[in-house]
């Protein structure tokens, strides 16, 4: 196995934690994010589909989901920025013994709220969610959404039938959203105890009736903090808005090479920005004319424009996958990307040109961007103020 | 002589690193004997078996040189002094790329999916 190369974090870093299907990478910045630092990497050999930073309550954590395909999927932290790893012995995310299904992959891990530092999310395949209150040291199964009704007929796309995403709601504790391929997206309104299908406007093109209650292939949702009531949507064709909480989806894909992609990220600080990648029909799923191309919106899916400079337009058949985007709380905000050929892109400091910040690594499956700790003063070249500040930390996203 | 567990290197985080396991007691079967390798390494067990008690597919367990898949499975009779071998499967490295799509990718892959994609709706390329 290779060595592992460790990289030395400082307090108010930049850190990405990218995840690809052969272990998983971190890089480091210093709040102008102009040079990274490399390391990794950790699990070697294994994909690590989810990864997650929990920075609550003083903690400096890092959470990784390792899939072997021997030995299975573990959940994994570290408090030193990946010098050592927890492996504990008893599996922290496995179903009951009596479920009649077992753990094939954790496909998200997610901090809740940071006004409950103890609670954590993690989404698992086959669909299920699984929830913590101790900060990760004991996981239990959520049973209103494991038997559910609608579950028996929830279908596995070509992944494997998943809860790839949680949000917990910004505005109401008690609120929580999941999106699974192929079931859709369920809202909780009572922690967790009882859920709703939230799919109304929302296509189901492989399935006879468009527009069932359930059954889409929901690819990735995201809400932004400032309005709550309000999310975006990537689905298995068609980009969505909800103005309503999920109640109703309205289709937004207009000015978009395709309605087919996986990501899907709100502006940090502006909740009328978003960002996709859209990609070429699901039997292509590669980026249109082979250029590579984030398309941003940046009043609320009314319009799009590409984002390509720094980036290849010629020969490009690049695949973003859905956990692969992330965008950092710094103002101005950094966004970044990784491919399935094993590029990870920044846009960082306000630039208005993509930067490689790697490339030649596995293909990349996950990308969290997080603010370790406070960020540092930074001075600009003539003593001026630092690019970099942050906003809205003590909400963060994670 | 004591029936023995061979451990592959992956799981020897919870063998407090030794390669080798010699059980106390003289189990009949392979599943006598895992219970009490359990007992004596609960670690090991999540990594060799599924929720439901099955070996992972991708892990193999010889008995000498047999596998067991094909002398009984779990209920694999043994013998005095009976060896043991946890390995990973050679199936597994080639099977990590064919059975286990990236996270993303996963909507339908042919058939009515196919159908419905923006060329064959004639929105393809450019729109």
């Known amino acids: 196995m290779p060595s592992v190369r460790q990289v030395a974090v400082k307090e108010g870093d930049v850190l990405l934690l990218v995840g690809t299907t052969k272990g998983a990478f971190l890089f480091r910045s210093d709040g102008a994010r102009r040079r990274w630092e490399a390391g990794g990497p950790h699990f070697p050999g294994r994909a690590v589909y989810a990864m997650a930073y929990d920075g609550r309550a003083g903690r400096r954590r890092i959470w990784a989901g390792a899939h072997s395909m021997h030995w299975g999927a573990g959940l994994h932290a570290s408090d030193d920025f990946g010098r050592t790893w927890t492996n504990p012995e008893a599996a922290p995310i496995r179903f009951p013994e009596g479920a009649g299904v077992s753990l094939k992959q954790i496909w998200q891990i997610r901090p809740g709220r940071a006004d409950d530092p103890e609670t954590l999310y993690c989404g698992a395949e086959p669909a299920a969610l699984f929830v913590s209150g101790d900060a990760g040291q004991t996981w239990s199964l959520e049973p209103g959404l494991s038997e559910h009704p609608h579950r028996a007929r929830w279908q596995p796309g070509g992944g494997g039938l998943c809860l790839h995403t949680i949000v917990p709601d910004a505005a109401d504790p008690q609120r929580l959203f999941v999106a699974i391929s192929s079931g859709g997206v369920y809202r909780s309104d009572d922690g967790g105890a009882t859920w709703r299908p939230r799919n109304a406007g929302i296509r189901a093109d492989f399935l006879p009736d468009k527009h069932p209650e359930f059954g889409q292939c929901v690819h990735k949702i995201a809400q932004h903090p400032d309005r709550p009531r309000r999310l975006f949507l990537q689905n298995h064709f068609g980009l969505y808005r909800s103005d309503d909480g999920g109640d109703t989806w309205v289709d937004i894909a207009r000015g978009v090479p395709s309605d087919f992609g996986f990501p899907l990220v709100v502006h940090p600080h502006d909740p009328d920005t978003a960002y996709i990648v859209p990609l070429e029909s699901d039997g292509f799923r590669c980026t249109p004319e082979g250029k590579l191309r984030v398309y941003r919106t940046a009043d609320a899916g009314a319009s799009w424009r590409p984002l390509a400079s720094g980036l290849p337009q010629r020969d490009a058949w690049e695949c973003v996958l859905r956990d692969a985007m992330d965008a950092d709380l710094l103002d101005p905000a950094g966004l970044y990307f990784g491919t399935r050929s094993g590029q990870l892109f920044g846009l960082s400091s306000g630039g208005a040109s993509w930067e490689l910040i790697a490339r030649g690594l596995p293909p990349i499956v996950c990308v969290r961007a997080a603010l370790v700790g406070a960020p540092r003063a930074l001075r600009g070249p003539r003593g001026a103020p630092a690019r970099g500040r942050p906003r809205r930390a003590a909400r963060g996203r994670r | ?127």
């Open chain 2, 1 to 127: 002589m004591p029936v023995t567990f061979r451990i592959p290197a992956p799981l020897r985080p919870f063998t407090a690193g030794r390669d080798c396991i010699r059980l106390e007691g003289c189990p009949a079967t392979v599943a006598e004997a895992l219970a009490e390798l359990w007992a004596v390494c609960p670690g090991v067990r999540d990594r060799v078996l599924l929720e439901g008690g099955a070996v992972r597919p991708h892990v193999s367990l010889f008995v000498g040189t047999e596998d067991v898949r094909f002398t009984g499975g779990l209920a694999t009779p043994l013998r005095d002094g009976s060896e043991i071998a946890i390995l990973p499967a050679v199936s597994g490295g080639r099977a990590a790329e064919a059975s286990t799509p990236p996270p993303g990718d996963t909507g339908r892959r042919s058939g009515p999916a196919s159908l419905t994609s923006p060329s064959a709706r004639g929105r393809g390329g450019g729109i």
